[in-house]
């Protein structure tokens, strides 16, 4: 499977968009990879992480966030799941679910229903460690600012406004993959 190749599918070659996406999951695939390397123990798929490290964000040109080139119909917060349902029907199930699940640290069917969330009514947290590893990658990399990565304080600080229950999993996820 070649992610380049299936970007290339969706979006123009030489947009602002297509490059943004493609820095911002580069930037995520490296640092995804680079603590699955040092967690050898934890014997995760590297090709699988990469692949959908690559494509986690595929969804995003179908919603509106002009700030990087976005200007789809739907509300950001549906670029998850709407990248999982192209990722579905090009045959990467498994792929699918890193898309449905890397928003903010996982939509809980709690989060959906109290923030009304305009997404499917099902539990959207990743689960596999291949999912939370991305889900975990991408917290420190912002589309908006391509190639700088923020510091686990500035993630932290983030996620505040979405709850504690983010900044917990968060922490758990500093400790399972930062600390040796």
Known sequence: MNPLALISKYYEPDSTVRRILVQHSRDVADRALSIARAHPAMQLDLAFLEEAAML???????CHAPDIDCHGRFPYICHGYLGAELMRREGFPRHALVCERHTGTGLSLEM???????????D??????EEQLIC????FFSKTKPGKEK???KVRQSLHKYGNRDVRRFDEWCKRFLEE
């Not at 959906?112 to 099902?122: S, Y």
């Not at 975990?136 to 917290?139: E, I, L, N």
């Open 56 to 62: 986690h964000d595929i969804g995003i040109f179908l």
């Open 151 to 153: 510091s686990v304080d």
């Open 124 to 129: 959207m947290q990743p689960q596999s460690v």
């Open 112 to 122: 959906i229903d109290k923030r009304l969330f305009p997404v499917p009514f099902r």
């Open 136 to 139: 975990f990658a991408d917290k």
